[in-house]
């Protein structure tokens, strides 16, 4: 089944463009990897705003490890 998502802005302050494309790719892949796991529903999710709690990382947080757990944060927040 294909997933269309559209994310319009996400602001990660601190991170180079390199890094953002590191983040992104992680965050793509978990998100494929949880979404093969637990589909969503068969008639499809509309969620035209999606608010998730504050979203902490850590200096020391690959920009991998990011992307992963903000894949998890984001489809925890989708309505089912």
Same mark, same amino acid.
């Given at each position: 089944?294909?997933? +269309?998502?559209?994310?319009?802005?996400?602001?990660?302050?601190?991170? +180079?463009?390199?890094?953002?494309?590191?983040?992104?790719?992680?965050?793509?892949?978990?998100?494929?990897?949880?979404?093969? +796991?637990?589909?969503?529903?068969?008639?499809?999710?509309?969620?035209?705003?999606?608010?998730? %709690?504050?979203?902490?990382?850590?200096?020391?947080? +690959? %920009?991998?490890?990011?992307?992963?757990?903000?894949?998890?944060?984001?489809?925890?927040?989708?309505?089912?």
């Amino acid at each position: 089944p294909a997933v +269309s998502l559209n994310i319009g802005s996400l602001a990660l302050p601190g991170y +180079s463009a390199r890094e953002g494309v590191r983040l992104a790719g992680a965050f793509e892949r978990e998100l494929g990897r949880l979404l093969e +796991s637990a589909p969503l529903p068969a008639q499809g999710v509309n969620a035209p705003l999606l608010r998730i %709690p504050r979203f902490r990382t850590s200096a020391n947080e +690959s %920009p991998e490890r990011t992307g992963q757990r903000l894949a998890r944060v984001i489809l925890q927040g989708l309505p089912r």
